[in-house]
């Protein structure tokens, strides 16, 4: 690699020049996996690029008990890679060459990150043991406790630092360079930097891993963590399609700290409370079900420990009520609370009349006892400490919590090699569109590892080395155009009068995609969303303003975020003019429809989605300010020659890549 910094001019702005082989985006766990796996496939013109090296998801988020999803490897229940592969595909709108690599690598992804010294639990004898987890049939589930992503992140940063990969820090990307058909480097500023003129830098490449996450600054209300904001909007700016960009999860996750509250958070059954602005209290679940017995309302709040993420067709009477009673406590002004202090119904329940699973998991736990902090600190003292050490006691107070955003399966459309339609781009991680509609829980984190080895084995094996020179020109022109134009951006933001505004105005579009494209979506407030997003980024180089340089991320965040509302919106309205129905994590009001429950507001009326998306896959593409799409089948599960001497032949040849 070409580490000696050069000086890149055009227009009057100017940029440290580095280029390198490939480039990673991203300091979690799927782009630390790339740097790793490039590294040992003999790749060494690598550089990673991190805004901050210590934020992001994979470090700094999880459960009560964080999953990762892998092939069987432990009993005598059967499973094999094609069997895993059907359960992937079969969530709906999942293509099948993508699911088969993801089973097929699941092992692989694993037990490298057991030999870097992740504490996967095994028996005597060795096997790793696993549990069921959601759309799972299969105990392929498994977990080191509530920082599992965290731990991967770690055991990959290591390997990463002793291997010697560069990487620069504090360093955000706010362009990618194309010329429609291919990635030609990046445009990056320099956080860290604090002269009066922005501090940019330009990174030549040959190819790029996009492991930015998914586009968690997009929505107000969220469970990602503080400080990661995604930057797909950038990739879709460059050509790069998106896919099925409407399917997300949300569920019900803590305000402060940023925390999923599922599992045994909902099992040990707290109070379920809202507060109005003078104070005043109520368990609104049961004003909502007072013809109900509380065993009956609590059965459904130990299910949503089970079944966290919304899913519009558990809302009839199901777990996923829960979710919609928060969304309407909050829409009326009300703050939300899981309280643990005490027994909710005032204690007026029996154990024993809780629904079977319920009464069961609970009995054989040995909790079915005193208060809920109680219950809490004896089936998952973990849980408890969690808080305690973000300095929430909650045997002392109320947690607040939301009906938050939490992960988006949807993402930019990549092929088998994890490659997207812009030739040398690859997503890997969240911010790579595998997962359609539903995934068993964990899926995610094998995803990661799988897409990140199939990009680094392609890129080793087929695009290796440095940029040609015969591609200098394109990179020039790119690079002179999108200088002057976030360069003017930067030094149009930092003329204006008065102080800064870019983070209130970004919090402010967060808000509106919370209230009008997130688990409950409708035509005519999604228009409304779009179109004040499109005029917020029209119209950005004249309102928004940077006290000073040092605020400038704030700019381009807002700017990458507005982008991919307007994608992500359009996409949801395309959905609805092309039949769409409700389902997943989404309920689209239809007037045509039905209440889940007759005492919900007509704009919960909906249809669901019988037909399971008749297997076709939204495809997005952003040119020119607007959104054209298209729908395809999904790709097959392949059908391939599986006879070893004409395997291993082709593999003599060509390592199978191509």
């Known amino acids: 690699m070409n580490t000696k910094e050069q000086v890149f001019s055009a227009h009057g702005f100017f940029a440290a020049l580095v280029t390198c082989g490939t480039a990673v985006v991203g300091s979690g766990a799927a782009g630390y996996n790339a740097a790793d796996r490039l590294w040992r496939y003999g790749q060494r013109d690598i550089l990673l690029v991190t805004e901050n090296r210590l934020a992001g998801t994979s470090r700094n988020t999880g459960s009560d008990k964080q999953t990762y999803y892998k092939l069987t490897l432990s009993g005598d229940e059967p499973d094999s890679v094609r069997e895993m592969a059907q359960t992937l595909f079969d969530g709906q709108c999942v293509d099948g060459d993508v699911a088969l690599c993801e089973a097929a690598l699941s ?3 694993f037990l490298r990150l057991a030999e870097l010294g992740v504490p996967f639990p095994r028996n005597r004898y060795g096997e790793y043991i696993g549990y069921k987890t959601d759309h799972d049939p299969r105990r392929r589930a498994t977990s080191v406790g509530p920082y599992t992503s965290r731990q991967m992140t770690e055991r990959l940063e290591a390997a990463v630092l002793d291997e010697g990969v560069p990487m620069r820090d504090h360093t955000q990307v706010i362009r990618v360079l194309s010329d429609g058909r291919r990635v030609l480097g990046l445009l990056c500023l320099d956080t860290e930097a604090r002269q009066e003129e922005p501090h940019f830098v ?6 790029v891993v996009w492991a930015t996450g998914g586009p968690a600054g997009i929505y107000a209300d969220s469970a990602y963590p503080a400080g990661h904001y995604g930057a797909t909007g950038l990739a879709l700016e460059a050509g790069v ?8 999860q949300y569920g019900i ?3 402060k700290p940023r925390w999923n509250v599922s599992g045994t958070y909902m099992q040990v059954l707290p109070r379920l409370i809202s507060r109005g602005p003078e104070g005043d209290e109520r368990e609104f679940l049961f004003d909502f079900f007072a013809q109900q017995p509380p065993e009956w309302v609590l059965s459904r709040l130990f299910l949503k420990g089970y079944q966290w993420p919304f899913d519009v067709r558990k809302a009839a009477g199901g777990s996923s009520v829960i979710d919609i009673l928060v969304y309407l406590e909050s829409c009326k002004g009300r703050r939300v609370y899981l309280d643990y202090r005490k027994n909710p119904a005032g204690g007026h329940f029996s154990f024993e009349k809780l629904e079977p699973e319920a009464h069961e998991y609970l009995s054989r736990a040995g909790a079915c006892f005193g208060s809920p902090i109680e219950r809490l600190a004896h089936m998952n003292a973990p849980a408890v400490a969690f808080y305690r050490d973000k300095g929430v006691d909650l045997a002392a107070e109320p ?9 988006n399966n949807g993402g930019l459309a990549v092929n088998c090699w994890w490659q997207t339609n812009l030739e040398g781009f690859f997503a890997a991680g969240e911010a790579a569109g595998s997962h359609g ?3 068993p829980g964990g ?3 094998n995803a990661g590892q799988v897409g990140s080895t199939r990009a680094a084995q392609y890129i080793a094996a087929r695009r290796p080395g440095l940029p040609g020179e015969d591609g200098r020109p394109a990179f020039e022109a790119a690079a002179a155009d999108a200088l002057k134009e976030m360069g003017e951006l930067a030094r ?5 009068m008065g102080g800064g505004n870019a983070r209130q105005l970004w919090a402010g579009a967060g808000r509106r995609m919370s209230e009008c494209g997130a688990a409950f979506r409708g035509k005519e407030t999604l228009q409304s969303c779009l179109d004040a997003a499109r005029a917020a980024l029209d119209e950005l180089p004249r309102t928004v303003h940077a006290a000073s340089a040092g605020e400038l991320p704030w700019v381009y965040r807002l700017r990458d975020t507005l982008i991919s509302q307007q994608v992500y919106l359009a996409a949801m309205l395309d959905y609805i003019a092309a039949g769409g129905r409700s389902r997943g994590s989404a309920l689209y009001t239809d007037p045509a429809g039905t209440k889940p429950l007759a005492q919900l507001p007509d704009a919960f009326c909906c249809r669901l989605d019988e037909q399971g998306g008749q297997s076709l896959v939204q495809e997005a593409l952003y040119e020119n300010g607007g959104c054209t799409f298209q729908w395809r089948p999904v790709r097959p599960l392949p059908e391939e020659d599986d006879f070893f001497e004409n395997v291993w032949r082709d593999f003599r040849q060509n390592g199978n890549v191509y």
């Open 107 to 109: 092992a692989q992804g």
């Open 202 to 207: 330009l990174i030549r490449c040959k190819n």
């Open 241 to 248: 399609k998106g896919q099925n960009l409407t399917e997300w």
């Open 253 to 255: 996750a803590s305000v």
């Open 399 to 407: 947690l607040e919590v939301a009906l938050c955003a939490q992960h």
């Open 437 to 439: 509609v539903y995934r």
């Open 443 to 445: 899926a995610a984190l």
């Open 492 to 496: 149009a933001a930092l003329c204006g």
